[in-house]
C-alpha cells in the first residue's frame, strides 16, 4: 500500500509573511498512532488562515497551513482497530482535532481539547510532540491543523468522517471548517429553539453556512447582515429572511427591529471578529438575547460591550469555536448529504494549488462569494 505513495509530494508552505505561500517539494508524511493519511482531494480557503498568512496570530514557521480538508484514506496508522476507518474511505477531516485524551475530550468537549491548543494551535505539532512534516533534508515543518495544502494530509483519527459514495469531495472539503463551525455555533454556541429569531452578522463562508443550518434548526426569521449587496442576495437564496446591508444602512439596529416587531433577534451570530461586527450583533439583540461570536480577531483585539445594557437585559455571549468534532463531524455530513447544507452551491470557486496564493489574495479582498476550495485535481 505505502508502495503507492510517492516519498515526497507538493505543499504551500509559509515561509514569511512578506513572501506569502510558496509550492514546495517536501517528505510526504505517514502516520502514527491513532492517525491515518490522506491523499488530499481538496482544501478549503478560510479566513482563520489569512491571519496567520498575514502573521496577526503568530504561528511557528515554516509551516503548512489549510485547515478543511477531504481526501481518500491511503494509510491508517496503528491503533486504530476500533475507528472504523481503513485504506479506500472517502473522507472530510476537520480542522478542530481533539486529542481525544484529556479531561475535556473525555467529557466529550472536543472544543475545550487542551493538547489541541497547546501542541497544534500555538506549536504547529501533533500529540507526540512532533509536526509529522518535514523538508527534504529532514527540518520540521509546523502543520495548521492537519496542513491540509499539501498533496496528503495526517490527521488524528478522532477528526476525520467518511462520507457516501455518491458525495462531492471536492466540495466536501468546506465540511470540516465552514460548516462544522456553522453547526457548533448554531447547535452548541446558540442552542437555537426552533421558532427563535436570528441575525448573522458577516455572511460569509462560515457565516453563509449559519443561514441553512438554522432555518434547519426551525429559525423564524434570518437577517443577513454584510457589506456586499452579493452576499447578501446569495444570503437570501440559502434561506435569509431579510437582508441589511451595513455599509449603506442608515441604522442597522432600526432595520433589524422594524423587521422583528420592535424586539431585535434571539440569537445574533458573528463571523468577522471585528469590534464593530460585535458592535452591530449586540445592537441587534432582543432582551435575553444570546449573542454568538465565531468570527477571530486579527491577533488580540477587544470589543466594547455596554455593562448595563448586558445586565438589565439579561443578554449573553456565548463564545463558539468549532464543534464537537467526533460527535458533529458526522452530523454535519449526514446534513450535507441530505441536502440541508448545499454544500455543493456554498463553493464558487477552484484553484490548483500553484494558485492558491491568489485565492487568499481574493479573499482578503472580500471577493470570494460562500468558500473557495484548492482542488488537488486542477
Ligand atoms: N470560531 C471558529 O471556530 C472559526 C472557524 C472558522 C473561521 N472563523 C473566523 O470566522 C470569520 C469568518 O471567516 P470566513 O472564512 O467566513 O470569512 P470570509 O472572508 O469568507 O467572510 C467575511 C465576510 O465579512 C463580510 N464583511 C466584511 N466587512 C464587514 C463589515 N464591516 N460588516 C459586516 N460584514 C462584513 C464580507 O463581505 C464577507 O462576507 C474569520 O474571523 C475567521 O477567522 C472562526
Ligand atoms: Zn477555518
Ligand atoms: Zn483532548
Redesign the pocket.
Known sequence: MSAQIPSTMRAAVLRDPAEGLRIEEIRTPHPKAGEVLIKVAACGL???D??VLGGAIAFPLPAVVGHEVSGQIVEVGPGNEHTGLAVGQQVAGA??MPCGQCDACAAGRDDLCGPFFELNRLQGRLYDGTTRLATLDGDPIAMYSMGGLAEYAVIPSTSVTPVPDDFDVVSGAILG??AM?AY??VRRGADLRSGETVAV????????TIIPIAKSFGARQIVA????DE?LADARALGATHTVN??TSADVRAEVFAVTGGRGVDVAFE????P??WT?ALDVLADGGRMVP????AGVQTAPVEINRTVRRSQSILG???ARTRQDLPEVVRLAAAGVVDYRGLVSRRYPLEQVADGYAA?RR?E?RG?AVVDMSL
Request: hydrophobic share 40%; glycine share 20%.
Open positions: 478560510c479566513h482563520s489569512l491571519h480542522f478542530l471548517c465552514a463551525t457548533g455555533a452578522v458577516a455572511t460569509g463562508g462560515v457565516g453563509s447582515i454584510d457589506v456586499s452576499k451595513s455599509a463571523a468577522l471578529g471585528r464593530q461586527t452591530t465565531i468570527g477571530l480577531g463558539s469555536y468549532g479573499l472580500g470570494i468558500r
